[in-house]
């Protein structure tokens, strides 16, 4: 076996991977359109909207960039409890917005009280929050924190970076009212780098015509225009789109439903591990992540040395993120990551442990 457990890229299937070997079409072509339109409309079921998903060239940070910019003229609250959600701040100021910082301790969910009581400070344009934390392993409870900002701020919009869970973990983006949920290929997506997704309210577009400067390559109203055309208004990726096309039929033949539940039931397998060898998720019980487990290293291991013990098997995991380098290890599990896959690994940790 050979399999990778860090949290993107992750392993993608061979038939997606040899999708992206089909001959390239004339982009302005009724050929391409026809993908183009169906691979919207399965991406609509996995981010469970009926309104639009664009599919730009672009990793997930250039939708957190396209989100502020677009969405944000002036003051915009940003939920901070980890390295991504530092990054959307940081993505904010740099395009010249007022962010305000919402700080929980890193491997801290953002709660709704604390939430709440932000926005009863000062209006706000939008929010922005990260889902799964994928550099803490922690997940933010989406579904509360959208509902305290619709009670308590109903015009502020929510920003969504869900790049570790989308089509892992059920986000109910229309229910939620969710007004921008962003994600990239390469993690829960399982598919090579180079894209990303974003799902678009109406609100949001309507809110975007008031928006000054909101540059030219993520303009989502210019999106839109194309995406009405089943197009793009630059050069799609089109190889990713052969791929991403194969992808999605895979995500739909297992079922959403299914699909969440591998992936609990993998984070729950990996965390009841941890517990058992006396270390324990970063994340409290409850918010823990299901597509990334970040594990404190009581037992001192040498990380880098696990690394290459498991690498003679073909496995990887990754090292803490940042200041949590060494002193958590992360395994993911998410994509098409099995139950079997997150055996193997945690029987080779078991004997490097058992070496020690
Ligand atoms: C990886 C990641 C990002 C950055 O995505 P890119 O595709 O590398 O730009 C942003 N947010 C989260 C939560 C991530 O895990």
Redesign the pocket.
């Known amino acids: 076996m050979s399999h990778m457990f860090i949290?993107?890229p992750v392993d993608v299937d061979p038939d997606v991977l040899q999708a992206q070997t089909k001959p390239m079409v004339p982009h302005r072509s009724a050929d391409f359109e026809k993908i183009f339109r169906e691979t919207e409309a399965k991406l609509k079921k996995v981010f469970l909207t009926e309104t639009r998903v664009f599919q730009p060239p672009?990793?997930?940070?250039?939708m957190?960039e396209a989100g502020v910019r677009n969405l944000v003229q002036n003051d915009v609250l940003s939920c901070i409890n980890g390295a991504?959600a530092e990054?959307?701040y940081q993505v904010a100021i740099s395009n010249g917005k007022q962010a305000d910082r919402l700080d929980v301790p890193w491997g801290e969910a953002i709660t709704p009280d604390l939430l709440a009581d932000a926005l009863k400070k000062k209006s706000y344009e939008a929010v922005t929050i990260?889902?799964?934390?994928?550099?803490t392993g922690v997940e933010s409870p989406i579904k509360e924190l959208a509902a305290v900002v619709h009670d308590i701020s109903p015009d502020t919009l929510i920003l969504v970076?869900?790049?570790?869970s989308v089509g892992g973990v059920k986000i109910e983006t229309d229910a939620w009212r969710i007004d921008f949920l962003l994600t990239?290929?390469?993690?829960c997506m399982a598919l090579p780098?180079g894209m990303?997704f974003a799902a678009v309210s109406d609100r949001s577009l309507a809110k975007a015509e008031t928006v000054k400067n909101r540059g030219w390559y993520f303009d989502l109203l210019r999106m839109e225009k194309h995406r009405v055309k089943d197009s793009t208004a630059m050069t799609p990726t089109m190889s990713l789109i052969w791929a991403l096309d194969v992808q999605l039929d895979h995500m739909l033949k297992e079922g959403l439903e299914n699909r969440y539940a591998r992936h609990a039931a993998m984070a729950s397998r990996v965390q009841s591990w941890s517990l058992d060898r006396g270390m324990e998720p970063l994340a409290a019980e409850g918010y823990r992540s299901r597509t990334v487990s970040t594990i404190k290293n009581t037992r001192e291991m040498d990380i880098a040395e696990l690394n290459k013990y498991l690498l003679t098997k073909g496995m990887r995991l990754s090292n803490g993120y940042g200041e949590l380098k060494n002193k958590t290890f992360r395994i993911a599990h998410m994509g098409e990551t099995q139950m079997h896959h997150i055996d193997e690994l945690l029987e080779a940790i078991d004997a490097f442990l058992a070496k020690k």
């Open positions: 949290p993107g672009s990793s997930g940070t250039g957190q991504f990054r959307w990260v889902h799964n934390e994928t550099s970076d869900a790049v570790s990239s290929s390469q993690k780098p990303a």
